[in-house]
């Protein structure tokens, strides 16, 4: 049976058990890396990141660029205890339509247990080359987690609130290896994004059915006409929108039935220093969806490193 589909009665009747942590050499060599790449000095590049946390647009990451993001996302939990589930991003711009991404995460879930959750690997193709009214890329993504993760990047299916209230020592005896696939649509319009991602998600064991998601946004900077002047605090540095995302059931039961859906404001702030920082407060639109989802994450963004990985390998330009 899947704990996170059908665990609802589970969640209220167990209490949580034993703690379960990272290994100490998996936590110093991640914490290592991420130090040196964020702190090591990187050509200036000025951009313009996106505020969602859970929608994607069309834009993908600049060929031979590196962005190295942390995110975080503290959930309420009724009849259980509340979490907070956090992830690093590693994102690298293959081609020009081409982006590549693999995703480490873990979770703390409070009174109970910290625990690595597993590991994504994400692939985005661009299909039309020019921009146009509306642009399409395609999203496929291999997870390979345990039913603990609660990073909930999507909500699918009939994923809702009381699956995340079985404790951490249950949830982590399950693994899941499953396949996403995403058709991002999205259009730029006098300063305006609007995206739509419609979502599918096979576990890739036989008997589990397809299951079907959404996600969709709108975006705008607070300002079109850049300062003369290098500033931290100038209002184009700001981007600002909401997203909305929820299970669409599956091929067993599909529709809005015992599903969970949310509304998020969201904002950036892109610095000229290449770092971003996004802040999302999405609230729970039914009694199926937990109350509060509070997001932020920290990104920087590396200009050239696929040449500079070259040049340390010898590689000729």
């Known amino acids: 049976m899947h704990i996170k589909t059908h665990s609802s009665m589970l969640g209220r009747a167990l209490v949580p058990s034993g703690r379960h942590r990272f290994p100490g050499h998996f936590l110093v060599a991640l914490v290592t ?3 040196f790449l964020f702190f090591c000095p990187a050509p200036t590049l000025l951009a313009q990141e996106s505020p969602y946390i859970v929608t994607y647009d069309h834009y993908l990451e600049e060929p031979g660029s590196l962005e190295i993001e942390y995110f975080s996302t503290f959930g309420t939990q009724r009849n259980g205890n509340d979490f907070d589930a956090f992830w ?7 081609t020009a339509w081409w982006t ?11 009174n109970d247990s910290t625990i690595f959750t597993g590991t994504r690997w994400e692939n985005r193709f661009r299909l039309l080359q020019r921009e ?6 395609v999203y496929i993504e291999f997870e390979n987690t345990n039913a603990a993760d ?28 499953e396949l996403e696939m995403k ?10 994004n609007v995206a739509l ?15 079907f998601a959404y996600a969709i946004g709108a975006s705008r900077p607070l300002a079109l006409k850049a300062s003369p002047n290098r500033c931290n605090f100038c209002r184009e540095n700001f981007i600002a929108g909401v997203e909305m995302y929820g299970g669409l059931g599956d091929t067993q039961s599909a529709g809005l039935h015992d599903t969970s859906h949310y509304l998020a404001p969201v904002a950036a702030w892109n610095l000229p220093s290449d770092w971003t920082f996004r802040l999302s407060s999405g609230f729970g639109l039914n009694d199926n969806s937990h109350r509060l989802l509070l997001r932020w994450g920290l990104s920087r963004e590396f200009a050239g490193f696929g040449e500079l990985i070259g040049q340390l390998f010898g590689a000729r330009p």
């Open 100 to 110: 590549s991404e693999l995703y480490v995460a873990g979770q703390t879930t409070f």
């Open 197 to 211: 991602n419609p979502i599918v998600t096979k576990n890739l064991l036989p008997s589990e059915p397809w299951e």
């Open 183 to 192: 058709l991002l649509l999205s259009s730029t319009f006098k300063s305006w």
């Open 88 to 94: 690093t991003e590693f994102e690298y711009g293959a």
């Open 150 to 177: 609660k990073i909930l990047k999507e909500v699918e299916g009939h994923d809702v609130e009381s699956d995340y209230a079985v404790p951490n020592g249950i949830l982590r005896k399950e693994h899941d290896h």
């Open 33 to 35: 890396v991420t130090l």
């Open 132 to 137: 146009h009214v509306v642009n399409p890329v």
